[in-house]
């Protein structure tokens, strides 16, 4: 299996044949020296590895990826002769997938570096394809995001999901949980939002039989039925102060008691939070709890917008569309998908899952066209009525006026800033303050 360049590393080559994970040897120029048997199943598509090119490969690029907008970690790894981590996007005989690669130098007997070992682990959670299930996007900001969950996953740390609504962090959380080494156990999701001190403490901690008038029977709670596996605390800024330092005494100690009773029981979880808000700033204002605010908060990870991420539109599309009717063959028409990617959505993937699924229905065919992407806003707006003149009859209106009294309405029904409102409105901001100062200057018709 060797290539000649290998032939002092006998015992290197030997290991790592015997190892799972695809791996390969290469020298300081990118040449494959030795391979295992993994690698060549995952990655070889039944063509010979030893003597080429490892981009060539893994990229099917011409040039070392540095040098194709890539991350390369063996001209890091070559450069401080440390270990170097990255995640990339590998061609596999399935097509492309992300794989986290982690390059190693090793060193001759006088302490010069003189091969790499790089090994590669598939992200099974995540395709950069069209997929019917889990995680899927290949923007810079989907794989920065996806690099440190992939970092995150197989500890124990404390993960705290941070981004806008509908950006997918339950997701995210299971992604994190089914890359854990507590992939076995149990996921249990809890919505913090609207929990009442009573409804908090028996739905975490259970109850014993006669706890509470009702109680007729011992209830387990959800730290309980979260053992050896993870708690996800969803919207965890909702929580109320009094209710953050009975959570806080749960991480802190590790035990807790069913409501009603008097054993100490001791939890085995790990737990994954997710918020919409800027804890820092709740922090400050003291509405949330600074220790809780560290406990919580040992990893944080960003789920991107949508608005970040517009080279995943046409690939969540195709995703979204099998997942909401798997029994079609729906696909955008190219005006369709322009009329999408000239869109906000401030309610990120949720909103365009949504949109998707009306369209479904409201599609006979195999084709969504523009007319079918109908707004939730539209379908809750009073039905408009056209301007009448002092005759009572309907007059025209031209374009300026008709987009003079959009803009007006907008002012009135948006709640936000102005920043959001030219979001919204699929505008830059500085289009929308022009033409808010053309609205104040111009005469009322």
Not at 251 to 279: K, P, Q
Not at 280 to 298: H, P, Q, S, W
Not at 403 to 410: K, N, Q, S, T, V
Request: include cysteine.
């Amino acid at each position: 299996m060797a290539h000649p360049a290998a032939r002092n590393l006998p015992e290197l080559v030997s290991f790592l044949d015997g190892l799972g994970e695809p791996r390969i040897v290469m020298d300081a120029d990118y040449r494959i020296v030795a391979a295992n048997a993994a690698y060549s199943r995952e990655f070889g598509g039944g063509r010979p590895i030893i003597g080429r090119l490892c981009y060539e490969v893994s990229h099917h690029f011409t040039v070392p990826c540095d040098q194709a907008g890539e991350s390369c970690p063996l001209q890091g790894s070559r450069a401080d002769g440390k270990t170097r981590r990255v995640l990339h996007l590998h061609q596999t005989p399935r097509g492309e997938e992300h794989v986290d690669v982690e390059t190693t130098p090793v060193r001759d007997e006088v302490g010069h570096i003189r091969y790499f070992v790089e090994t590669m682990r598939v992200v099974r959670h995540a395709s950069g394809r069209p997929a019917a299930q889990g995680l899927v996007g290949r923007s810079p900001a989907f794989a920065r995001m996806l690099a440190l969950v992939m970092r995150g996953a197989p500890s124990e740390a404390a993960v705290m999901l941070l981004g806008e609504t509908g950006t997918g962090k339950e997701l995210v959380a299971r992604v994190i949980h089914e890359a854990s080494p507590r992939a076995g156990g149990p996921f249990v999701a809890v919505d913090c939002s609207g929990l009442t001190e009573t409804l908090f403490e028996s739905e975490l901690f259970g109850y014993e039989k006669g706890a509470f008038t009702g109680a007729t029977h011992r209830k387990l709670g959800l730290v309980e039925a979260a053992s050896g596996g993870t708690l996800f605390l969803d919207e965890i800024g909702e929580l109320p102060l009094s209710l953050q330092v009975k959570l806080l005494r749960l991480l802190e100690t590790g035990t807790y008691r069913r409501v009603g009773g008097i054993e100490t029981l001791r939890a085995d979880f790990r737990v994954v939070s997710a918020t919409h808000r800027n804890l820092g700033a709740m922090v400050k204002a003291e509405t949330f709890r600074r220790d809780l605010y560290f406990r919580i908060n040992t990893f944080p990870v960003r789920t991107p917008s949508l608005r970040e991420r517009p080279e995943d539109l046409p690939l969540l599309v195709d995703s979204l569309l099998a997942r909401v009717a798997p029994q079609r063959r729906l696909r955008l028409t190219r005006a369709a998908l322009e009329a999408l990617t000239a869109m906000p959505f401030e309610g990120n993937i949720r909103e365009l899952r949504n949109l998707l699924e009306r369209a479904s229905l409201l599609a006979d065919g195999d084709e969504i066209e523009p007319r079918h992407l109908v707004d939730v806003d539209e379908t809750l707006a009073p039905e408009a009525t056209p301007v009448r003149s002092s005759e009572g009859v309907p007059r025209w209106l031209t374009l300026e006026q008709n987009e003079r009294d959009y803009l007006a309405w907008a002012l009135r029904n948006h709640e936000g800033d102005r920043s959001s409102l030219a979001r919204r409105l699929g505008l830059s901001e500085r289009t929308l303050f022009r033409k808010l100062r053309e609205l104040a200057e111009s005469p009322d018709p």
